[in-house]
């Protein structure tokens, strides 16, 4: 028998029942800094020996890139981690899915290669899981153009609905899975509510409802046999005998809807609280938080960038590092390593290590430059600052570092690395006070 003492009001109570240790650990893979850090890779090594693969935010306005055997494949809704045989695919709660989108995806990727087969025999998706339609794509484009109207500027969304779909979520007229693959009677009235909702906001939008509805009558029944109750497929899998759970989040801690650059953000949480309220862990069953850090910085669409390089330099690293999106194939704009950003996202996720991507392209420069302070009119900016008009006007000191000009493409070990590669990672780590796992 356990007898565990805890405080209340300052009185000592005993309890006859100590807290249960979590039997398993969720490991979690975040994007650090604005996404397309290379977390497709990372995930992809660190799936090879998992047992369970889980999405828990987003849409399929991510987009992850993993090569197998030679054979490049592209997610954006599957989890990257469907490519282990062994492996079972989870989409949780938090994320938004396009039906459309999905197997369309994974149809795409069955061509490639041999990497998919089985797929739907491997991949499970939360009842809980609100759904992405047609229209809200539709309303998502017609919110860009009516932004650059107003006022000139848009906010560079991959027009992929998932600002809608998060919306009508959090205005409680979303439908979600469980409701397409019931009484599709009830569903269809409720589909027909909402898009009446969206036509009635937006006269201009063009939606043909039956047809629509005739898709997703297909649609419910593929589905069915991929859906489950999340939260007891979750409870089952962190309680049950020994599992390596593993978590890719998508898009970026810098476009997360609470902690990113907003309104220059993504509509979910892409920080750690994200993979409790997106798959139904309990914080305590939260393990390694690994943050992925490109070695320089790029970001794709609008919004401040105060390490941007809009120079040589800046299409040097765009080149070598090949920076195109893969949802939208927009060219990604590309500055230096900023570290005052990758420090405020590791105060809201915790990071226990960075895996450090991309290293190689910075092989040809003979200098390095590093973000490591924030000036404000002369002032030292204390914070990352949560006022965007604050972050555009900043002025960045940095510390410049000496290149190692040389290909670093082949080597395996961190001893192999030139002596100013090894000084230049180690100068990230003492800075974040946060070890490189990998590189």
């Known amino acids: ?94 994320v938004v899915i396009h039906l459309p989108g999905l197997f369309d995806e994974a149809q795409k990727n069955l061509q490639k290669g041999k990497g998919l087969q089985g797929w739907e025999e491997r991949l499970k998706i939360s009842d809980r899981a609100h759904i992405v339609f047609n229209f809200h794509q539709a309303v998502d484009g017609i919110q860009e153009q009516q932004r650059q109207l107003q006022a000139g500027k848009n906010l560079g969304t991959t027009k992929k609905g998932i600002g809608p779909a998060y919306s009508s979520k959090a205005a ?41 509805l005739q898709q997703l009558k297909v649609y419910a029944e593929k589905l069915r046999p991929l859906v489950t109750d999340g939260v007891y497929f979750m409870h089952k899998a962190l309680n049950g005998p020994s599992k390596k759970i593993l978590v890719e989040g998508a898009n970026a801690a810098l476009l997360d809807i609470d902690f990113g650059t907003y309104p220059f953000v993504t509509s979910s949480n892409c920080t750690v609280g994200g993979v409790c309220t997106g798959l139904g862990v309990p914080p305590s069953y939260v393990g390694q938080v690994y943050g992925v850090v490109k070695a320089y910085t790029t970001r794709v669409g609008v919004g401040a960038f105060p390490t941007e390089l809009d120079n040589d330099i800046g299409s040097l690293l765009q080149s070598r590092g090949r920076e195109f999106g893969v949802t939208t194939g927009r060219r990604r704009r590309c500055g230096w390593l900023d570290l005052i950003l990758v420090r405020y996202a590791h105060m809201v996720n915790g990071f226990t290590a960075i895996a450090l991507t991309k290293l190689d392209i910075l092989d040809t420069l003979s200098e390095i430059k590093v973000g490591v302070a924030y000036f404000v009119d002369s002032e030292p900016l204390p914070n990352f600052p949560a006022n965007m008009d604050v972050l555009t006007h900043v002025t960045v000191k940095y510390e410049t570092l000496p290149g190692w000009c040389c290909s670093t493409e082949d080597v395996r070990c961190f001893e192999e690395l030139p002596p100013q590669a090894q000084k230049y990672i180690r100068f990230i780590e003492d800075f974040l006070q946060v070890p490189a796992s990998s590189i």
């Not at 693959?181 to 009635?200: G, I, M, P, T, Y």
Request: glycine share 8%.
């Open 1 to 94: 028998m356990y007898i565990w003492a805890f405080r209340l009001h300052g009185a000592v109570v005993k309890s006859l029942r100590a807290p249960k240790e979590p039997r398993n650990k969720v490991t979690v893979v975040l994007g650090a800094q604005w996404g397309d850090e290379g977390k497709g890779k990372v995930v992809d090594l660190l799936a090879m020996d998992a047992d369970i693969v889980c999405r828990c935010q987003g849409g399929n306005n991510a987009g992850h890139t993993v090569v197998v055997d030679s054979v490049e494949y592209d997610f954006h809704l599957l989890p990257s981690g469907v490519l282990n045989q062994k492996a079972l695919s989870f989409i949780g709660n938090g």
């Open 172 to 212: 409680r007229n979303g439908l979600r899975v469980c409701d397409l693959v019931s009484n599709f009677s009830a569903f269809e009235e409720k589909f027909r509510v909402l898009a009446k909702h969206f036509l009635d906001m937006y006269p201009s939008l063009n939606v043909d409802i039956d047809s629509e």
